[in-house]
């Protein structure tokens, strides 16, 4: 990246973590007040949505449309919606909605961008958990400002590893992906939300994650944060097409990727 767009780059960072936190913000006071949200369904009776969720992504949009018109925006709720800078936001303003709207606390706002192909910048805010975490290419990746380093010390064996499944994908492969991690002697955890699960694992709590489909505002602002901790994933497919699609998730620590990759059996990682 030359000069010009290091700075670019930067002030993005900044406006990403700004908007987290205050996304997070307003996201936190509808979780409080959530009895009076109405729910609706989208997909079927578990995909669920409220204006907590279509109120945070005017938030950022907006925030974004004023300060980087030029730039493109793809957001869970409102599209995508071209840009011509280089630079793309994916954001989830509620990831784990069926969490928030239950009353638990593991749900997060998740703000993505990518330039070039690559998820550049990734921020995650869990109001609930008081947690922010952080990362930029090159700059490392930071959990309420702690600098995150992946070890490999951690597998499957001796750590659990995320899982997320949707009404997108057959049980028959959940089931079978949930078998092998067992058949591994590894175990599962499930906390409604993809996106934080994701940054568990750049904070070296979780072995990996695996999702047989999820979009690119679940899973990209996690890669960069997992890549910034020293971990990996497999690639998303952000070109044409793709990036509003569906496409298996698999982000896992150093020690980690090849056992996940054999368990998950989406594609060669
Ligand atoms: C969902 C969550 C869930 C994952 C699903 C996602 P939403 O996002 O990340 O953990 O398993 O695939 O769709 O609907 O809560 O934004
Ligand atoms: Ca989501
Ligand atoms: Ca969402």
Redesign the pocket.
């Known amino acids: 990246m030359d000069v010009e767009n290091a700075a670019a780059l930067e002030n993005r960072y900044a406006l990403a973590e700004r908007m987290a936190r205050e996304g997070g913000a307003v996201a936190h006071q509808y979780f409080r007040d959530r009895g009076s949200l109405a729910i609706e369904t989208k997909r079927d009776p578990q ?1 669920v949505v409220s204006i907590a969720d279509r109120g945070v992504e005017q938030l950022i949009r907006k925030a974004i449309a004023k300060e980087f018109p030029e730039d493109g925006v793809l957001g ?1 709720e409102y599209g995508l919606e071209a840009g011509t800078s280089g630079f793309t936001w994916v954001i ?1 303003p ?6 928030f709207l239950a009353g638990m606390p593991t ?1 997060c706002v998740s703000i993505g961008l990518l330039h070039e192909g690559k998820a550049v910048v990734g921020v995650i805010n869990a109001p609930c958990l008081d947690e922010h975490y952080a990362a930029a290419a090159g700059k490392g990746a930071f959990l309420n400002g702690e600098r995150l380093l992946l070890t490999g010390a951690i597998t499957p064996r001796n750590a659990l590893t995320g899982i ?3 009404s997108e994908v057959s049980p028959q492969s959940v089931a079978a992906m949930v078998e092998r991690l067992l058949m591994e002697n590894g175990n599962f955890i ?1 906390n ?4 934080l ?1 994701i940054a568990y694992v750049a904070a070296g709590r979780l072995a990996g994650y695996i ?1 047989p ?3 690119a505002w ?1 899973c990209l602002a996690g890669y960069c944060l997992v890549v910034e901790a020293g971990g990996s994933h497999l690639p998303f497919p952000v070109e044409g097409k793709g990036l509003t699609g569906g496409a298996p998730v698999l982000a896992a620590g150093p020690g980690s990727l090849d056992a996940l990759a054999k368990i998950a059996q989406f594609v060669e990682v």
């Open positions: 995909d869970e989830d509620i990831d784990g909605t069926s969490a749900w997320g499944a949707n499930r409604g939300s993809g996106a699960m999702e489909s999820m979009h679940d």
